[in-house]
């Protein structure tokens, strides 16, 4: 054996050194890295076996003929879709598809501004043109909720011409929007309705969690199982449902999203999850609702924040809650969210999904212990109350000027000028406080006063937005 010493590896010596420490992990993927799922020995052990590319018997998953076209009909059926498409390019290759097959160039799309950044990726492929619709705000949470009824039966009466509304369910805090209204008000004005569904796969699962998109007359809906089940990350699935969405063409933006050499070892973690679901899928869910209510109770009579529960529902466009996540308010006790994480890593070795200047976001999932749970309260029981903060950043709540749609701005020349000097300039790379992944200021709108000051006032807390280099930001030339 060569003696030679071998070449750095900063990536992996990274990973190594957190698999060492044996984390509590409350973040993505929902597998947490727990041997006793029922299929990890398994996927494990067939790590290399499984990498292999379309041979006979494989199947094809641009055009899946046999065990993979099986494969998404069982699923299918587990989610009631007329059709199912397995994603190895992660969610965002699902809204994307969704999105060009149900709106050509130029045509209206009515947008909730709490829509992922992946979206912003279809208005820019397909050249639709967003009509947003503006959350609501909660002050005291420090976040945007959920488009109400009557802002998206506002928005469509203004552009009755679109041909398709795209919503979360849930966002990144668990709350989620009236689909059933939102389907009615869409379907009186022939109008798609298709739903980000990323954070919400197990909502089908269990009665005691909010309802499914498909449970709804919706068109079609993107789930991301290696979020909250146990599939491996970047692995998704879309749903198709009714007779609206042009399924061929669904299939054509499929190909120019995905992978021609996609991975089957994420595939299989698809079917694996699939197959697990549907023996205990049930049983599973409930498992983890009984543990993040044990937790939200148990911080709440323990610790001095506010972990949020189903008394925010029927407030603020909350229509109703994901339970089995915990969202914990910490700025009403003299914390910001940045605070009370770096602390819970740097001390007691737990690892949130991520923090915001108000509160600290918490993922279950079936691999969590109770073990798990009795660490995180232990720990935010630590925390004595302080001062409150003052100051803590509010985004604007008014939508920006939009001038020109994403497609447009993409194309233009662009230039890198000083946040500062950029007030009134049209905006070419989007401003994203990430995470989550909202935007602040889309391609082709005007940056005004109100973000820049915001955004200063993000970076001075620590906060991070993705889309600024330095202190420069890229406007249209």
């Given amino acids: 054996m060569s003696s030679k010493k071998q070449a750095p590896s900063p990536l992996v010596n990274a ?17 947490k890295a727990n041997d006793k799922i029922r299929f990890n020995e398994k996927l494990k052990k067939n790590l290399f076996n499984w990498d292999v590319t379309e041979i006979p018997g494989l199947d094809n998953l641009h055009e899946p003929k046999g065990v993979i076209l099986k494969s998404e009909k069982l699923l299918a059926k587990l989610y009631g879709a007329k059709r199912s498409f397995f994603l190895v390019n992660g969610s965002t290759s699902g809204n994307v598809s969704m999105m060009g097959a149900a709106v050509s160039p130029n045509q209206k799309l009515i947008v909730s501004r709490a829509s992922h950044r992946s979206v912003l990726s279809g208005l820019i492929l397909t050249g639709a043109d967003p009509i947003y619709v503006m959350p609501k705000f909660d002050r005291e949470l420090g976040v945007f909720t959920q488009p109400s009824v009557n802002d998206i039966k506002n928005t469509i009466n203004k552009a009755p011409d679109a041909r398709a509304i795209i919503l979360t369910n849930p966002v990144y805090q668990g709350f989620c929007p009236d689909i059933k209204s939102a389907c009615l008000i869409a379907g009186q004005n022939n109008i798609n309705v298709l739903v980000d569904e990323a954070h919400g796969p197990h909502f089908a699962l269990s009665p005691l969690l909010p309802h499914s998109a498909g449970d709804f007359d919706v068109d079609a809906w993107v789930q991301s199982p290696h979020k909250i089940l146990c599939s491996l990350t970047q692995s998704a699935w879309l749903h198709i449902k009714g007779q609206k969405m ?28 699939r197959a697990l679901m549907q023996d205990e899928g049930k049983e599973l869910i409930e498992y983890t609702l009984e543990l993040a209510q044990h937790a939200r109770h148990q911080i709440n009579k323990f610790s001095p924040f506010y972990c949020v529960g189903s008394e925010v529902v029927g407030k603020r466009g909350i229509f109703d809650i994901d339970l089995s996540r915990l969202m914990v308010n ?30 600290v976001y918490f993922l279950l999932s079936f691999s969590n212990t109770k073990k798990d749970i009795k660490h995180l309260v232990k720990a935010l029981s630590c925390f004595k109350e302080r001062c409150k903060l003052k100051d803590l950043p509010k985004p604007p709540y008014i939508l920006p000027n939009k001038v020109m749609k994403p497609k447009e701005a993409f194309f233009k020349d662009g230039e890198f000028l000083p946040l500062k000097d950029c007030i009134g300039r049209i905006i070419k790379k989007e401003l994203i406080l990430y995470p989550p992944g909202i935007p602040i200021v889309m391609p082709g709108e005007v940056l005004d006063k109100n973000h820049v000051e915001y955004i200063l006032q993000i970076l001075k807390m620590g906060g991070s937005c993705q889309g600024i280099k330095g202190n420069l930001i890229c406007v249209v030339k």
């Fill in 15 to 31: 990973l190594s050194c957190y698999t060492k420490k044996q984390s509590i992990r409350f973040h993505m993927p929902g597998h």
């Fill in 246 to 273: 042009n399924i061929n063409k669904v299939m054509s933006w499929l190909e120019l999203m995905t992978s021609t050499s996609p991975s089957y070892i994420l595939m299989a973690s698809l079917d694996l999850t």
């Fill in 330 to 359: 910490v700025s009403s006790v003299g914390y910001t969210g940045h605070m009370v994480q770096e602390i819970l890593i740097d001390k007691y070795n737990i690892y949130p999904e991520y923090s915001d200047f108000y509160n």
